[in-house]
């Protein structure tokens, strides 16, 4: 997107930024924001009245959602709605149409036995950490904004792209011991190669789907 003359980019960064994320796309006009000030993101939606809106701001480590749970729901359940509800009010008010891609997690589906390999969404949430629980929270609610005040909405659930295949035993990411059996380095190099890029592609297509459902 960032090639493209017929699309203006803007982004946002938490108001206690560094300025490294300025200088890392700088085709991209930032302004400060407080996902979790329901005014500040409504002013900054108004302001851009954008077309599409890449929800991906929030908490996003799971250590720190067991360390400190309150201000993870604060921030991944109170962002996506003062998203939503900016972008809903956008086009209530200024009869301007937005649709929105919320990045949801593969954590919401928590330990999913062997059988229900591979993961789609017939299968049930079962969130197993604080992190998971808020960004199962955030995807039913874009769901439900969708449905009850027809936002165009897209939900994606990416798996991580930096281990390899979980067995079912996971815990959620807090224990490397559970991810897989012990291999050595070569061939687990070489499995991973080969999942991060499956993986790659599974992403890519999230973002197809994306584009196909909204247009370009």
Known sequence: LTQRS???????????????????????????????????????????????????????FVPASLNDPYETFRTNIDGM??????????????????????????????????????IDESVPLNPSNPYAVSKACADLIAQQYHKTFGVDVVVARPHRLDRGLRRPCDLGGLDDEVIGPRRAPAERAAEEHTVHRDRTRRHSGFLRHYRARVGR
Do not use: W
């Not at 982004?11 to 407080?34: C, D, F, I, K, Q």
């Not at 302001?47 to 929800?55: A, Y």
């Open 81 to 118: 709605i003062n998203v939503l509800e900016a972008v809903r009010q956008l086009r209530s008010e200024k009869q301007i149409s937005c649709s929105v891609l919320m990045v949801s997690s593969g954590e919401v589906y928590g330990a999913v036995p062997g059988e229900f390999s591979p």
């Open 6 to 60: 017929d699309v203006r980019l803007f982004g946002t960064v938490r108001n206690t930024y560094s300025p490294r994320a300025e200088n890392s796309l700088p085709a991209v006009a930032y302004s400060p924001l407080e996902i979790t000030d329901k005014d500040q993101v409504r002013k900054v939606i108004f302001d851009i009245s954008p077309q599409k809106v890449f929800h991906l701001a929030g908490q996003a």
